[in-house]
């Protein structure tokens, strides 16, 4: 009989940490020398852990008094420019400044992963609080980040340690006292320990944090009630259309200069611990890198240097598979494996819980693991006498995250750029996009993949076949099942990989070109449609399957060569053009199917739905004079919206009862296409589904011929500001929504009246309130002078509603306005609103 593999530690302040002597930065070996690799060994700058019970009073590694030296030169919109002489002190400009802007926002993020909510908050509404906490716990990050905190290189160390202080010393100051958080007992200064944890939570997005409700409710049988909250699923569905984007990488042959040009938009939420922030971080000779970051990630995720620049866009390939535990006879915490018996691992936990009088109580739950991982709960798969649920994490164990993006950061070409993804492997959940002055360009989905060996994947897929089947059912929520009874279904361990049983870097989908490559959401298949990339895992990623309608709309941006086409006759964009083009509001939708949806209207003007007969002659006319895209001044734009949204996304993906030609994989940016005709006898369903459209929107308070400005909005305060884009049925790039399950803050999420369409997010009067789709938006291109850009971080710089920064881009975005990035010290010296500070501390 074995026992599966049990955590050592308990809750995050289990293992103490011991200060050892600080290693100035011109010891240190440099990252931006190609083979980059992370030092595997503990340095001087380490934490000597030591596995001591300690309770929660963690000591860091004391600094060198005076350690730290940064300038602070914050330009227009509130963008900190951080000039430091080593990384240390960059990390040290960087916290202090983001600590200005968000605090409040990553100290509750850093309380949620250390399992703390409940201590502060109380159980929260429907246990939520309890059951984070419990998962987090369950999860035992802090025990994880200690333990390989000593394998950072040092340069991520220094980065690190250096944020951390700039953010604490930020809180010691008189100026702290104006954040929205001030005063309450759980701001206080953070640790590296915290803030590596919170990095490696981040990492599980698409994993581990979809689960967290699945985690907590996991209890055996005799253990009584699950523990379950209304406000914590058991599975978070993934949504693409809420965390999502679009990313192109321009090369030679497509851009009028011949060098490379860039376009980053990614579609993360507006509120909440995945906003995204913009700085800008120099150190002569080491370091230049401007761009974004997810609220308290040191660094840069998506941005340029003067070498290269590359973008990111999530990718759902699979980052877990889960395991079906035939449970033995005698036990329901053992589980047949092979020829034997395995117990699954137990570890009781205890968290405390703010009581409504402010005293606490302790509240202790027993959580087990198999050797694959956690036991889960999913709906209507919960834990019997006969069956377990388990689950394998692809990215529980990345280290990395922090060292994969300083050492793309720091690369002096794209050869050292791909050369971080081949040697570090910390990229967690996205593709990547990237383009150099040279005007080569680069594809590559590197996301955390577990690998299976073909006996598995054919065994899944037969599962998958049978509708019926457990397999297929969780399939179309993102989860691949595997048999967890048989060694046959564990990850294979091949040379190469960032851990043992992921897809080595050798075998990801990438492509290397001249003219172009891109992503919208779907696989790697069609970076580039001229060359498809295929035989990959279908665990990477689905090929020869129907695209998107954003994914059509932004093929085409990028193949049209006409006059009056996104890139002009000459097929070669201007700085310009690239621009206009990711703004273009284009409906992929609206230019298949418009024209022959108006003749059809105008053929036959009356339609029924709800029991009425309604009169189309408007409808139809609004269409026909409609544009095709979805700007402010649109009218047309919300009723083609209602129409689609009649038929279903899914009736947009291959023929059914709105389209007649069905998705071809040899066509696959033109198909499915051609409207269905109508029936020979009987009413038309197309004049039906418009004038469910046309109540629908009457319902909410509009008319057809209401502009997609005055429906759609987002909301600073009692001021509503129009949002030109669209959501997934409306098929343009530019994609603006509701989320309502994204912010796991404390941040509050805009309120919206009654919803009446819940796949457009159509309200009751309040038509459709937007807090989430384009959020940091970002046009380069290479000159010979060194890289230009220009950028808009939709929502500002701080999630504080009484700042400044917390609206003074969302009207520039509602306008089209671009504003320029400052990158070079001229730029930043002549901005007009310029302000400079210097900081020092340890």
């Known amino acids: 009989m074995r026992v599966a593999p049990s955590p050592s530690a308990s809750g995050p302040c289990a293992i103490s940490a011991v200060a050892v002597p600080y290693t100035h930065l011109s010891d240190m070996t440099p990252l931006d020398a190609p083979p980059f690799r992370p030092l595997l060994r503990p340095t001087l700058l380490a934490l000597a852990l030591a596995a001591t019970a300690t309770g929660c009073n963690e000591t860091e590694p004391e600094p060198t008094p005076g350690r730290y030296h940064a300038t602070i030169r914050r330009t227009s919109f509130g963008v900190p420019h951080i000039l430091a002489e080593d990384l240390g002190s960059a990390g040290y400009g960087q916290g202090y400044a983001f600590a200005q802007d968000n605090a409040c926002t990553l100290l509750d993020q850093i309380l949620k992963v250390r399992g703390e909510r409940a201590l502060y908050f109380g159980a929260g509404p429907n246990n939520i609080n309890v059951a984070t906490d419990f998962a987090f716990r369950a999860l035992d990050l802090h025990r994880r980040v200690e333990e390989s905190w000593g394998r950072q290189p040092e340069d991520v160390h220094a980065l690190v340690m250096g944020y951390v202080a700039g953010f604490n010393h930020f809180l010691s100051l008189p100026a702290a006292q104006r954040l929205p958080c001030a005063g309450q007992p759980w701001v206080k200064p953070i640790t590296a320990i915290d803030l590596h944890a919170y990095h490696r939570a981040l990492g599980l997005l698409l994993s581990g944090n979809r689960l967290l409700g699945a985690i907590a409710a996991a209890q055996p049988p005799s253990a009584g009630p699950a523990l379950q909250s209304e406000g914590l699923p058991l ?20 851009t009028e200069s011949g060098h490379g040009m860039l376009v980053a938009n990614p579609h993360f939420p507006w509120e909440g611990e995945l906003r995204l922030w913009e700085s800008h971080l120099t150190v002569p000779g080491k370091l230049n ?22 973008t990111h866009t999530v990718s759902i390939g699979a980052r877990f598979t889960a395991y079906a535990l035939p449970l033995t006879s005698s036990s329901a915490t053992q589980y047949n494996y092979d020829s034997g018996t395995w117990v699954m691992s137990a570890r009781p936990i205890t968290i405390q819980v703010k009581q409504p009088d402010g005293s606490l109580a302790d509240l202790t739950r027993t959580y087990y693991s198999s050797h694959y991982g956690p036991i889960i709960s999913l ?12 689950y394998r994490d692809a990215n529980l164990d990345n280290e990395f995250l922090i060292a994969q993006f300083l050492g793309m950061s720091q690369a002096k070409n794209l050869e050292e750029f791909q050369q971080v993804f081949a040697n570090v492997g910390g990229i967690p959940w996205v593709h990547t996009m990237a383009t150099t002055p040279e005007g080569n360009v680069w594809y590559a989905d590197t996301a955390a993949t577990p690998n299976l060996s073909p006996a598995t994947l054919q ?12 397999q297929a059912r969780l399939l179309k929520s993102s989860v691949v099942l595997l048999d967890g009874s048989t060694s046959r279904d564990e990850w294979v361990v091949e040379r190469g990989s960032r851990s043992p049983g992921l897809i080595p870097f050798a075998r990801a989908p990438q492509l290397q070109r001249r003219d172009f490559v891109f992503n ?7 970076a580039n449609p001229a060359k498809p990339l295929t035989g990959f895992s279908p665990l990477q990623g689905q090929e020869g399957t129907p695209r998107t309608p954003r994914t059509r709309m932004n093929a085409q941006l ?41 003749q059809r209207c105008k053929a036959s003007p009356t339609g029924t739905a709800d029991g009425q007969t309604v009169d189309l002659t408007q409808a139809c006319d609004v269409l026909a004079a409609w544009n095709g895209r979805y700007d402010v001044d649109s009218v047309g734009a919300i009723l083609w919206r209602q129409l689609m949204s009649a038929y279903t996304y899914s009736a947009l993906l291959n023929a059914g009862p709105l389209l007649a030609t069905p998705f071809s994989p040899s066509a696959p940016l033109t198909t499915p296409n051609t409207l269905k005709p109508r029936p020979e006898t009987g009413a038309d369903p197309l004049a039906d589904k418009l004038a469910a459209a046309v109540l629908k929107l009457r319902a909410a308070g509009f008319e057809v011929n209401t ?9 600073r305060g009692t001021e509503r500001i129009s949002m030109h884009g669209g959501v997934d049925v409306d098929g343009v790039t530019n994609i603006c929504g509701y989320d309502g399950t994204s912010n796991t803050s404390l941040e509050a999420s805009t309120p919206r009246g ?27 291109e290479y000159t010979d002078n060194g890289p230009r850009a220009q950028a808009l971080l939709t929502y500002g710089q701080s999630g504080d509603p009484t700042s400044n920064l917390f609206r003074n881009q969302l009207k520039r975005f509602s306008e089209k306005q671009w504003r320029p990035i400052a990158f070079t010290e001229q730029d930043i010296a002549k901005d007009p609103a310029l302000g400079t500070t210097t900081i020092a501390g340890d």
């Open 235 to 254: 599975l978070r569905e993934v949504d693409t259309t809420k965390v999502g984007s679009n990313g192109w990488a321009l090369g030679a042959e497509r």
């Open 289 to 310: 890198v401007y761009g974004v970051s997810i609220l308290g990630v040191p660094g840069v995720l998506i941005g340029f240097n003067e070498h290269v620049a590359w």
């Open 379 to 390: 709906a209507g798969i919960g834990w019997s006498n006969q069956l377990a649920l388990s």
């Open 459 to 470: 065994a899944w897929g037969t599962a998958v076949a049978n509708p019926d089947s457990i």
């Open 520 to 526: 919208s959401n779907d696989s790697h298949w069609l």
């Open 558 to 598: 990028l193949t049209e060569v006409r006059e009056g086409g996104a890139s002009g006759a000459d097929g070669r964009f201007s700085f310009e053009e690239l621009q206009d083009a990711i703004l273009s509001n284009r409906s992929s939708s609206a230019e298949l199917l418009r024209a022959d949806v108006v």
């Open 707 to 715: 502009p997609l400005g005055q429906a759609q909005h987002a909301l």
């Open 754 to 780: 009654t919803v009446l369409d819940s796949s457009t997010g159509l309200t009751k009067d309040d038509g459709y309130i937007v807090n989430s789709g384009t959020s940091f938006l970002m046009a380069l």
